[in-house]
C-alpha cells in the first residue's frame, strides 16, 4: 500500500511537471504571437508615413531643382517638365 501511494505520488508529480511546461510552452507562444502582432501593426502605421516622408523628400527636390533652373535663366514651363539641360 505505502508503495503504491509512493508511485501514485510520483506519478502527480511527473504530471504536474509536465503540466508546467506545456504552461510555459504555451505562454511561449502567446508572447511571440503578441510580439509578432505588435511588429505587424507597427510596420502597417510606419511603413505609409516613411513612403511619404520620401514622396515629400522627392517634391521637395523636383522643386528645388526647377528653381535653380528658373534661377539661371530656363523657362518654368520647361524647367518642371525635368528636362536635362546641357
Request: charged share 25%.
Amino acid at each position: 500500500m505505502q508503495q503504491d501511494s509512493q508511485e501514485s505520488v510520483e506519478r502527480l508529480g511527473q504530471q504536474a511537471l509536465k503540466v508546467q511546461q506545456a504552461t510555459l510552452d504555451l505562454w511561449d507562444q502567446w508572447v511571440r504571437l503578441g510580439l509578432a502582432a505588435q511588429m505587424a501593426w507597427l510596420d502597417l502605421w510606419v511603413r505609409p508615413a516613411l513612403q511619404a516622408s520620401e514622396a515629400f523628400r522627392d517634391q521637395r527636390d523636383r522643386q528645388a531643382r526647377v528653381d535653380r533652373l528658373v534661377r539661371r535663366g530656363i523657362p518654368a514651363p520647361l524647367a518642371r517638365q525635368g528636362l536635362r539641360v546641357l
